[in-house]
Nanobody
């Protein structure tokens, strides 16, 4: 079993910053690509940022220049630093990862989500 657990959500004023973290645990051999998605009520889940095992990153246009994704392979964590937050960034943020487990299968896993609210 593999678990992804997010932390760091909350309420922040427009222009403020938040840092989300996600830790992977369980029967893991390696974490491959790791991602952050977000979802608002009535909308599809959208990818915000992703990072490969080697550290290659990709961002949604809406967050480029404001968000930064990073990872610690030894700790099996991925972090999303969110700066210059806007009300439209309000969403539930989900951690997602491709994980090779001890059965040697590569599977995709989701965290439970953490609420980010940007409001004055």
């Amino acid at each position: 079993q593999v678990q992804l657990v997010e932390s760091g959500g909350g309420l922040v004023q427009p222009g403020g910053s938040l840092r989300l973290s996600c830790a992977a645990s369980g029967s893991i051999v390696s974490c491959e690509a790791m991602r952050w998605y977000r979802q608002t009520p009535g909308s599809q889940r959208e990818m915000v940022a992703e990072i490969s095992r080697l550290g290659i990153t990709n961002y949604a246009d809406s967050v480029k220049g404001r968000f930064a994704i990073s990872r610690d392979n030894a700790k099996r964590t991925v972090t999303l630093q969110m700066n210059s937050l806007k009300p439209e960034d309000t969403a539930v943020y989900f951690c997602n990862a491709d994980v090779r487990d001890t059965t040697n299968w590569l599977r995709n896993y989701w965290g439970q989500g953490t609420q980010v609210t940007v409001s004055s």
